[in-house]
């Protein structure tokens, strides 16, 4: 017997894997807590393996080379770590939370192999040889920069977008019109705000945002798997 794409298995199918985590904002907590450890282990290891490789592919346009480096928008670019820290206390419990944390998880798995495999030579010519990442958090605090390769595709275009259209689909509607472009005239901005600050190039914004065109679909049929409402919240 086949199956339908209603009744195909899902890891996201039974609501009932999450109502055995606890209850309320600790559910929440557990399923940003299980994200937030499985991106850094997966995001960290890709970063590694790009760093191994001795070449580096001239995937860049020339005129790139000349965009000066923007200061005054770091503010705006740094935002988007702190939206995707913050985001889970706008969940009630683990199965809101789920869907999203669960296809930010899947959009930096799906990113990874490209991070080895087209390992970009940096085009941008600053006083910052691994980035702003190195220079204002990893070297002041004596660390490795883990975040000097992984390029494209550009999460930081993928997530920017991705919690502007959870936010969209949370808040937005017909009695908050406003909700939807402000959020993203917010992750616009964000997702240019990469190449300003010399951390992607052309190539990995335009991957960031395939890549988010090609999965955000996941948030809406994940969340009707759980029970969940078109705003994300749980019915009931």
Same mark, same amino acid.
């Given at each position: 017997?086949?199956? @339908?794409? %209603?009744? &195909?298995?899902?890891? +996201?199918?039974?609501?009932? /894997?999450?109502? #055995?985590?606890?209850?309320?904002?600790? =559910?929440?907590?557990?399923?940003?807590?299980?994200?937030?450890?499985?991106?850094?282990?997966?995001?960290?290891?890709?970063?590694?393996?790009?760093?191994?490789?001795?070449?580096?592919?001239?995937?860049?346009?020339?005129?790139?080379?000349?965009?000066?480096?923007?200061?005054?928008?770091?503010?705006?670019?740094? @935002?988007? %770590?702190? &939206?995707?820290?913050? +985001?889970?206390?706008?969940? /009630?419990?683990? #199965?809101?939370?789920?869907?999203?944390? =669960?296809?930010?998880?899947?959009?930096?798995?799906?990113?990874?192999?490209?991070?080895?495999?087209?390992?970009?030579?940096?085009?941008?010519?600053?006083?910052?040889?691994?980035?702003?990442?190195?220079?204002?958090?990893?070297?002041?605090?004596?660390?490795?920069?883990?975040?000097?390769?992984?390029?494209?595709? @550009?999460?930081?275009?993928?997530?920017?977008?991705?919690?502007?259209?959870?936010?969209?689909? #949370?808040?937005?509607?017909?009695?908050?019109?406003?909700?939807?472009?402000?959020?993203?005239?917010?992750?616009?901005?964000?997702?240019?705000?990469?190449?300003?600050?010399?951390?992607?190039?052309?190539?990995?914004?335009?991957?960031?945002?395939?890549?988010?065109?090609?999965?955000?679909?996941?948030?809406?049929?994940?969340?009707?798997?759980?029970?969940?409402?078109?705003?994300?919240?749980?019915?009931?």
């Amino acid at each position: 017997m086949s199956l @339908s794409p %209603d009744h &195909a298995p899902s890891p +996201l199918a039974s609501p009932s /894997r999450f109502d #055995r985590l606890p209850s309320g904002r600790l =559910g929440v907590l557990v399923v940003a807590v299980a994200f937030y450890a499985l991106f850094s282990l997966v995001w960290t290891l890709a970063h590694e393996l790009s760093d191994l490789r001795a070449v580096r592919l001239p995937l860049t346009f020339a005129w790139e080379a000349d965009i000066p480096f923007q200061a005054w928008i770091l503010p705006l670019y740094f @935002s988007l %770590d702190v &939206a995707v820290i913050g +985001l889970p206390v706008v969940f /009630r419990n683990a #199965r809101e939370a789920a869907p999203p944390m =669960g296809l930010f998880l899947l959009q930096v798995v799906i990113a990874a192999p490209f991070f080895v495999l087209l390992p970009i030579e940096n085009a941008y010519a600053n006083d910052m040889p691994t980035g702003v990442w190195g220079a204002y958090l990893f070297e002041p605090l004596g660390m490795k920069n883990v975040s000097q390769w992984n390029q494209t595709p @550009s999460l930081h275009v993928t997530y920017s977008l991705g919690v502007a259209t959870v936010i969209a689909r #949370r808040f937005g509607g017909p009695h908050r019109r406003w909700v939807t472009p402000a959020a993203f005239a917010w992750a616009i901005p964000v997702s240019m705000s990469t190449m300003l600050v010399h951390e992607h190039h052309v190539i990995c914004v335009v991957g960031g945002l395939l890549l988010y065109l090609f999965t955000v679909p996941l948030l809406a049929m994940w969340s009707s798997r759980l029970g969940l409402d078109v705003t994300g919240r749980a019915r009931g």
